[in-house]
């Protein structure tokens, strides 16, 4: 089922992604639908265009709707492919930026089960499929933040987080949501260490999960996620600190009261705290977060180009969710 929606913060792809792969894209997808029996049009009567052509390519993805859904602007250019899943943080994997893609074949992303428990009428153990099959799925562009003040521009393929939760029928007693990346240290070497405490939790307060911008991401760039960026499930919350959009999900519980996630609890609180939107305003203990350096693939120069740091990112939707809360002390 497809429902097709507009949002204020919707710019069509063609204006962030470089000429030449929109063209190719679009040239691969006419290929696709010609070897493919399934069919190319969705709901609407209008082509899937989401997929790319690029040497390499992985398993490319069913159809996808709403390529038009980006929350993305003008300035803002899709980050190469190349970088997108060669700097990475996914420090069970390691936490060098490039020993995320140097493991990621000792991740086995099949099978996989997510579990789904705490306060809801229908807790579960789900496979991927089951999980996510039931979706639509969708392409977002989101500007993604890391709290160490780089940022990239990412095209998504994913679900609908609230929509995924609310097939599980939470109760009145959750309020919040907690995540949990898989725990196995024979997949994820670094986890044989104590860089952090595993396994990584992360969460959110009901109404933030709830959020349309929220999404649950099962791929980038038309293909399926690549191992180093989390695969098979992981979430995307992109007015908060990239931290918040933990990996490798296998486990989501309806809970009632505000989890403990791991890097709020990192050295006794001397990181962020729980809610960590994006706030120019509320510096790291050992830097500014009033710039930030855009990895968009650009010249050698552009490393040290700084571009203003925006309140929840630029995701003016979703202060509403923070109206009268002092966010210099809920950061
Ligand atoms: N399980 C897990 N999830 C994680 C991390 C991690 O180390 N482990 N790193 C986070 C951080 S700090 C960032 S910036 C993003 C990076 O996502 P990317 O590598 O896909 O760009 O993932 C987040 N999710
Ligand atoms: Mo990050």
Redesign the pocket.
């Known amino acids: 089922m497809l429902i097709r929606r507009r949002r204020p913060w919707d710019m069509p792809e063609s204006a962030v992604t470089p000429k030449e792969v929109y063209l190719s894209r679009r040239a691969f997808m006419a290929a696709a639908g010609a070897a493919a029996a399934a069919p190319a049009l969705l709901a609407g009567g209008r082509e899937a265009e989401a997929l790319v052509a690029r040497p390499g390519v992985r398993e490319a993805l069913e159809p996808i709707a709403e390529t038009q859904w980006s929350t993305v602007g003008p300035n803002d250019k899709l980050t190469p492919f190349e970088d997108?899943t060669s700097?990475?943080?996914?420090?069970?994997l390691g936490t060098g930026k490039g020993d995320?893609k140097a493991n990621a074949e000792q991740l086995v992303t099949e099978p996989w089960t997510i579990t789904v428990d705490g306060a809801c009428g229908k807790p579960g153990k789900l496979s991927y499929d089951d999980f996510v099959k039931p979706h639509a799925l969708e392409e977002r562009i989101y500007r993604?933040r890391?709290?160490?003040a780089w940022s990239?521009v990412?095209p998504w393929v994913g679900i609908p987080l609230g929509e995924a939760l609310k097939r599980f029928e939470p109760t009145a007693q959750a309020k919040y949501v907690r995540f949990e990346?898989i725990h196995d240290p024979k997949m994820l070497p670094a986890q044989r260490s104590g860089v952090?405490d595993w396994?990584?939790v992360?969460g959110l307060r009901m109404d933030e999960a709830m959020h349309p911008l929220a999404l649950l991401a099962v791929g980038l760039y038309g293909e399926v996620l690549p191992n180093?960026?989390?695969a098979p499930l992981?979430l995307v919350v992109p007015w908060k600190?990239?931290?918040?959009?933990?990996?490798?999900i296998v486990r989501i519980s309806f809970v009632e009261d505000m989890p403990q996630t791991t890097?709020a609890a990192y050295g006794g609180g001397s990181e962020y705290g729980f809610y960590a939107n994006v706030n120019p305003t509320v510096d790291h203990p050992r830097w500014s977060q009033a710039s930030e350096r855009r990895l968009d693939g650009g010249s050698i120069f552009s490393m040290f180009e700084r571009r203003d740091t925006l309140m929840f990112n630029g995701y003016d939707d979703v202060a509403p969710l923070y109206a009268g809360m002092d966010l210099k002390k809920w950061f």
Do not use: A, D
Request: hydrophobic share 30%; aromatic share 22%.
């Open positions: 997108v700097y990475n943080n996914f420090y069970e995320p993604l890391c709290v160490e990239m990412i990346t952090l396994p990584y992360e180093q960026n989390g992981r600190y990239g931290f918040k959009s933990i990996k490798s890097w």
